[in-house]
Structures are given as C-alpha cells and as structure tokens.
C-alpha cells in the first residue's frame, strides 16, 4: 500500500475561511514531513516543513500539525484567498533525511469561491 | 530568488528515440533528484543523485533511464529508448546540503507517440 496518503480529493472553502487538509502516512520511521502546493501547469511549490520531533510549525498563513501516534500530518491555511486555489501535496522522508527521497500523497485540491 | 529551470518545457517524442532532459539546479545545492508526474497522478520518485553519483532509485528508473552532471551546473535526465508510457511530467529538484526541503523546477512535459 501507499505510505502517503490524503483523506479528501477536493475541498471547497469560502475566501477567507480558513482551510485544513490532512493527510495520513503509514511509515513510523519518517522522520521529515513536507507539504507543497501545485498550481495548474506548474512544478510543486514548497510551503512549509516540519521534522518529527516537533508537533507544530507555524509560516506565513500556514500551520503544519503532526500527530506521531496516529500517523496523521495536516496543513492549515488561514483567511483563504482565491490564489489558494491549488493541489496540495504533502510528502515524507521514507528515509529518516538521509538521501531525502521524497514520497508523495496522492493530492487534495483546493477551491476557493470569492 | 534562485530556483531550478528546466529545459525544454514540452518535448514530443517517437516511441523508441532517446530524449534528454535537462535541469540547472540552484547553484550550490548539492542533492539533485527526478521525479515524474503520470497526468491526475501523484508525483513519484525515480533518481537522487549525490556527489556525481546516484545515491538511490526508484523500481521506475531501470536501465532504459541514466543521469548525469556533465558540468557544474547542469544535470540531465536520459530516456534511451522512450515508451508510450514515459509520457508524463517530468520535474527535477534539488536541495542544499544543511535543508531538508527541495525545490522543484517547472517540469518537462513529455508526450510519447
């Protein structure tokens, strides 16, 4: 099966709403968690990251959680705007940050309505 | 700000012919790596590459797929003999030596026929 997964394929969200998409990974030994965001087109963009002995990391808008006990990783976008409008992708470090091989979810995209 | 280019940005290939796509990474980034992209699919590691050597591939990067750094600023992908389903995007990423973060170029879209 996938280490790397994502609960929604679509999310809808109101412009200034704020937004949550999960994602669920199975490989208890990753250590590095990374979310990017791939506009139509366009090569993932990196957005935030976080290394498994921290639970939370706050950027600009955006917050990533990690849950070690259930496996579950989620990104937070706050006050949404149109240019959200994005799949969002999060990926793990199969291999604990040596080589940095990234393994990435399937994607959620995310809709913003003016 | 720096980013990774790449190069062509749409290559349309033969079934059979060898295409080369090529990549300039951030400069004195020193992890480099390709993926692809099946169109609606996820994206899917195939090669990271280390001190002109490859450090780790994927089941996808068999012996019809090779790497290289020809220089000190270029590193370039090779499809031998191209299949139907080598048709993807193909993204190359790279990433310096004390982060953990890569940073994706804007991808060749390969189309085989």
């Known amino acids: 099966g996938e280490s790397v997964g994502l609960h929604l394929p679509t999310l809808s969200v109101q412009e200034g709403d704020n937004s949550i998409i999960n994602c669920a990974y199975s490989?208890?030994?990753?250590?590095?968690f990374i979310w990017y965001k791939q506009e139509s087109g366009k090569g993932p963009q990196f957005i935030i990251d976080?290394?498994?002995?921290?639970d939370k990391r706050q950027g600009q808008r955006v917050t990533v959680l990690l849950n070690k006990t259930v496996k579950h990783l989620s990104l937070q976008i706050a006050a949404t705007q149109p240019g959200d409008s994005a799949v969002y992708f999060c990926?793990?470090?199969?291999?604990?940050?040596?080589?940095?091989?990234?393994?990435f979810g399937k994607g959620t995209k995310l809709s913003v309505k003016p | 700000e720096p980013e990774v280019t790449q190069t062509p940005s749409h290559q349309v290939t033969q079934m059979g012919q060898e295409v080369i796509l090529r990549c300039v990474p951030i400069s004195n980034h020193l992890y480099f790596y390709w993926y692809r992209q099946i169109l609606g699919q996820k994206v899917e590691f195939l090669v990271s590459f280390y001190n002109n050597e490859i450090s780790e591939k994927s089941e996808i990067f068999d012996d019809q797929f090779s790497v290289e750094r020809p220089d000190g600023s270029n590193f370039t992908l090779k499809i031998r003999s191209t299949k139907l389903e080598d048709s993807a995007m193909y993204f190359c990423?790279?990433?310096?030596?004390?982060?953990?973060?890569?940073?994706f170029g804007p991808g060749t879209r390969l189309t085989v026929t």
């Open positions: 490989n208890s030994a990753s250590d590095y």
């Open positions: 990926a793990e470090n199969k291999y604990g940050g040596s080589q940095g091989n990234l393994i």
């Open positions: 976080i290394r498994s002995n921290m």
């Open positions: 990423a790279s990433r310096s030596g004390t982060g953990y973060e890569q940073y």
